[in-house]
């Protein structure tokens, strides 16, 4: 069951919409963002709601993806547009925004650039986006090491958080956003030992 009641419904809905691993990975990272927002004083209410749903259209039809993705007003940089991978966070921003009809700016934000990041993200957009990397499920190399980061230091967590997303992106040879360099080069100055996983 949901945390918040009043969000039933929601967690109803992405049961509908997502495999049960995935489910279970939205679960665990609206824990994770409800977690991360008691450490930084953000709103939990809102910081779950926005992790509950990050992924809400991550299962959609491919063609419907890429068709709200173009259509989102959301001004997705040319990398996203040719990145299957990464439509699901802009057509999910449009989703929670047309279909639900949740009017919080942030929240929309932070669904949109929870995958590529973006320069000076507002706290809860930050606790979603490390909250995706590192719910309770991932195992990644490093992952634990991640989650001190990110419980100790924010700024210095998104700094490492990038660097190797960016990493990973480069070894398959994918196309980055310039959102995810803007992002890179504003947060490298919260990270002045060059820490990295």
């Known amino acids: 069951m ?5 969000f039933d419904s929601y967690e109803q809905l992405i049961k509908e919409r997502l495999s ?3 489910f279970n990975h939205s679960m665990n990272v609206a824990e994770a963002c409800y977690d991360l927002a008691g450490c930084y004083g953000a709103d939990k209410k809102r910081c779950y ?6 992924d809400v259209m991550k299962e959609e039809e491919k063609s419907v993806q890429h068709r709200m993705t173009l259509e989102s007003g959301l001004s997705p940089d040319p990398a996203e547009c040719d990145t299957p991978a990464l439509w699901h966070g802009v057509a999910g921003a449009a989703y929670v925004r047309d279909v639900l009809h949740i009017g919080d700016e942030e929240i ?15 706290l809860l957009e930050k606790i979603v986006y490390l909250g995706d990397m590192i719910s ?3 195992d990644y190399k490093d992952v634990d090491k991640f989650r001190r980061f990110c419980y100790d230091d924010i700024d210095k967590a998104m700094s490492i958080g990038l660097t190797y997303g960016i990493e990973s992106v480069c070894k ?18 919260y990270n002045e030992k060059k820490e990295h996983l």
């Open 136 to 138: 309770e499920e991932r």
């Open 20 to 22: 049960k691993k995935r």
């Open 108 to 122: 929309i934000r932070a669904i949109r650039f929870h995958t590529i990041g973006c320069a000076e993200m507002s």
């Open 49 to 54: 709601l926005a992790g509950l749903l990050h």
């Open 2 to 6: 949901s945390r918040y009641k009043e």
């Open 172 to 189: 398959k040879c994918g196309q980055i956003p310039r959102y995810t360099f803007e992002a890179y080069n504003y947060y490298l100055k």
